[in-house]
């Protein structure tokens, strides 16, 4: 009976194995596989359907045009719900798959990394954040797995802030102001304040931080706070098109100027936009990828990937859109990286180790002129890598929602004082490497 | 005869099970998987979610006490094992793991308090304090998450007896040990005279109180045990699974489908917390894996995501209205037909109490 029992359970067991199995492509040819670790459904779904489609409309570019050298790209997809727990699941499950293990990850989401952020070293992963997650990242000795191509957060607000000092006519004029940081209330909603309430100290400026509590919807309250305190800047650190449209439709009704809101990079985007209707015009947003069709490159893929019907955007229209530039830059920086490894280990049409593709990632040297090629030149800012900087352009551009579109407003501007920005990632990273015993590695 | 069940001790067809999942979990299961998707994804989470389904189901299940914050107790063991950890040297993990459930057990009782007072519907409201509070405390005091600046901490590496314990297959030991030596005790507990009490006051109340059980003691002994219990899981799933500390990871969409687990599963049984977490846990993850295999490319991707949802949610509709009583009797019921054939008259020894 038990030996029944066993065997019975022995055969369930195998059949849901064999159904999870993922079936194995016979490869014909030499293929390099990327994991989408996507967030389609729920509150980010704007975010998600637009970065991670792009991703694959970029692949599948690639793919039309004779791919990386030769090396055709291929790719699984796992729903994250831009939930911690799911991402780490999904972080298994694509971690080998078309008979390779993977070689980047890229979660959209600052949860979502931290989730998965401790396993790279082991795992030998590249975690590509693009415009999100742990800051001090940035410091390569200390994460040598980690990399942030589009701007960390601490370079954000910093921007920001010489952005209101430039509108208000000078550092000078910051001292006795006030600026209010509104923002949910996790990790990813905290992460500006350490850079934030340093330059504020510095500069004479009173912060005030008021948290909303995730996902962001009620936020009457808070702007009650805001009238009462009468700042005369909003920062707005919020997430999901629900909250971040909320949070101007809230404002309007206080009559909070909306030139004087200054939204991050994650409301940035059309979708969070549009739902507040007129309340919406006149806020600012930061950049770390213009939207726009008119780039080379998102003209290619528009003719030949969705000419072809292969476009992953169900809404054509979304094409050029905030978050689907952005995932392109991601996507282009993978291809890129995949690029310099061969190159640089000799593999030349051949897959590359995580290691390899992790040393084309710090190779990375997006000039102005390689953007220009790649036809993208102008929709991001210029960057290097190197072993110690992880970081990026640490560049934004600001932009204005006038009511249709987002009119960008002045160049790519990076902070005031980068070189303090600079010491307190090092500051960070040296406190996680002594807590984690951890030693930094020593860069040529 | 012989295997009449009594209670506080053990029918033969128990120790069978008992020898038979041993004998699963520590020889067939580590000598046959060796994905370690399958320790890191499927194992750890379903036991450590299935360790604080059986604390909601202590204190709803058996106490009938609708509370609402499993979650809250979770993160309150999660951070009070961090913060042992991290602050009292020398302390062995099994003694955080204990001292992390004693909190969690310390904070079950004081959220406790309103079932002496509410009950039903708005006890669950006022038991949804837990959920906030401990979040909140936790965000709110820097010392916690000793000052980090994220608010999003590394747990530190699993070590017992000098040895770590950080392979996936390691750590599901640790897991599936620490479950197996946890489930035994409720399921003693549930079949002694604590668990009859905690029925007694469930079925109703007064009558309970009118026979001389304490109602103060026994609610607040379900509230400490259940806080124990989520307590515990709350710190094995940041330490094995989850890898780091985030109070977001805690959320009330953790408590609700904890809740869902002991509905789903069956409420009063303890193999329905088991069953209940797998099924809570497992089918979005096969809908999806499904869905990416069979579909991929076929369907946009972002409608395919919403169907999985669909999916789900219908299924636990179906099994509502056609099992109300929770998967654990529809598994009862299969064995009873499996078994019932050839052993039609030991049908008797499968009435079993629930348990």
Not at chain 1, 34 to 47: D, K, L, T
Not at chain 2, 7 to 26: E, G, K, Q
Not at chain 2, 109 to 131: D, E, H, K, N, W
Not at chain 2, 234 to 256: C, H, M, N, W
Request: hydrophobic fraction near 45%; charge should be negative.
């Amino acid at each position: 009976m038990i030996m029944q029992r066993t065997l019975r359970g022995a055969m369930v067991a195998s059949t849901i194995a064999a159904a999870l199995a993922l079936p194995e492509p016979v490869v014909a040819q030499e293929t390099q596989y990327f994991p989408i670790a996507s967030s389609r459904v729920g509150p980010y779904s704007a975010m998600g359907t637009g970065y991670y489609g792009a991703q694959i409309d970029y692949l599948n570019y690639v793919n039309m045009n004779g791919g990386v050298n030769g090396v055709m790209l291929t790719w699984q997809e796992c729903e994250t719900e831009y939930n911690a727990v799911k991402t780490v699941e999904c972080y298994q499950r694509l971690l080998q798959s078309d008979g390779q293990k993977i070689v980047v990850f890229d979660t959209l989401g600052t949860p979502g990394a931290y989730a998965v952020i401790n396993r790279m070293r082991d795992d030998q992963v590249v975690l590509a954040q693009y415009g999100y997650g742990r800051t001090d990242a940035a410091d390569g000795t200390v994460w040598p797995w980690v990399f942030n191509a589009a701007g960390h957060y601490w370079s954000q607000i910093a921007v920001k802030m010489r952005f209101m000092a430039e509108q208000e006519g000078g550092v000078e004029n910051m001292r006795g102001k006030k600026i209010v940081h509104m923002h949910i209330d996790s990790a990813y909603g905290r992460e500006p304040l350490p850079a934030m309430r340093g330059i504020a100290e510095a500069w004479g400026v009173e912060v005030v931080e008021i948290a909303v509590p995730p996902p962001g919807l009620e936020q009457q309250s808070q702007w009650l706070q805001v009238r009462r305190e009468r700042p005369d800047w909003v920062t707005f650190w919020g997430a999901g098109s629900g909250m971040n449209s909320t949070g101007m439709t809230n404002a309007a009704r206080i009559g909070f100027p909306r030139d004087r809101l200054i939204y991050v990079t994650f409301g940035a985007a059309e979708e969070d936009m549009y739902p507040a209707g007129d309340s919406a015009v006149g806020t600012y947003a930061m950049a770390n990828a213009l939207p726009g069709r008119d780039y080379p490159l998102v003209k290619a893929i528009q003719e030949q990937v969705y000419g072809a019907g292969q476009g992953n955007l169900a809404d054509e229209s979304r094409i050029g859109s905030v978050y689907w530039n952005r995932g392109l830059g991601a996507a282009v920086m993978w291809v890129e990286a995949l690029r310099n490894a061969q190159e640089m280990h000799g593999k030349v049409g051949q897959p590359v180790t995580g290691a390899e593709f992790r040393d084309g990632y710090e190779a990375l040297n997006m000039t102005e002129a390689r953007l220009q090629e790649i036809g993208i030149g102008g929709m991001v800012a210029p960057f290097q890598m190197s072993c110690e900087e992880h970081g990026g352009a640490g560049k934004f551009a600001v932009m204005q929602w006038n009511g249709d579109k987002f009119v960008r407003v002045g160049d790519w501007q990076e902070p005031l004082d980068p070189d303090y920005i600079r010491q307190l990632i090092t500051e960070s990273a040296a406190k996680y490497a002594a807590e984690n015993n951890l030693t930094p590695r020593t860069c040529p | 005869m012989s295997d009449k069940p009594i209670f506080m001790t053990f029918a033969r067809s128990d120790v069978t099970n008992f020898v038979v999942l041993m004998i699963v979990a520590f020889a067939v299961i580590p000598l046959t998987v060796g994905s370690d998707y399958w320790y890191t994804s499927i194992l750890i989470p379903w036991l450590c979610l299935a360790l604080a389904a059986i604390g909601q189901q202590i204190v709803m299940g058996y106490t009938g006490q609708l509370a609402l914050g499993a979650a809250g107790f979770m993160a309150a063991g999660a951070f009070a094992c961090f913060n042992l950890e991290l602050r009292v040297p020398g302390l062995p993990f099994a003694g955080s793991l204990l001292l992390s459930g004693v909190i969690a057990a310390a904070f079950g009782v004081l959220f406790g308090l309103p079932s002496l007072r509410v009950r039903g519907i708005y006890l669950m409201v006022a038991t949804l304090a837990s959920q906030f509070f401990i979040i909140w405390m936790i965000d709110k005091f820097g010392w916690f998450k000793n000052y980090d600046t994220s608010g999003i901490i590394t747990a530190q590496d699993i070590e017992i007896f000098g040895r770590p314990f950080t392979s996936p297959v390691e750590m599901y030991l640790v897991v599936a040990v620490v479950v197996i030596v946890l489930t035994i005790p409720a399921i003693n507990l549930t079949r002694g005279a604590v668990g009859r009490s905690w029925m007694a006051v469930r079925d109703m109340d007064i009558a309970a109180e009118s026979m001389g059980i304490s109602l103060l003691r026994t609610k607040l002994l379900a509230f400490a045990i259940s806080a124990f219990y989520c307590g515990v899981a709350g710190a094995l799933f940041a330490f094995t699974y989850l890898k780091s500390l985030e109070p977001v990871a805690f959320d009330i969409k953790l408590s609700f489908e904890i809740l869902f687990m002991v509905i789903l599963g069956g409420l009063g049984t303890i193999n329905g917390a088991f069953i209940g977490a797998a099924f809570i846990l497992l089918f979005p993850v096969v809908l999806n894996s499904l869905g990416n295999t069979y579909f991929h490319g076929m369907i946009d991707a972002t409608i395919m995501s919403a169907i999985e949802q669909v999916v789900f949610g219908a299924l636990i509709i179906l099994f509502l209205i056609y099992e109300p009583l929770g998967m654990s009797k529809l598994w009862t019921n299969l064995r009873q037909r499996m078994f019932s054939r050839k052993r039609a008259g030991d049908a008797r020894a499968l009435r079993k109490p629930a348990g």
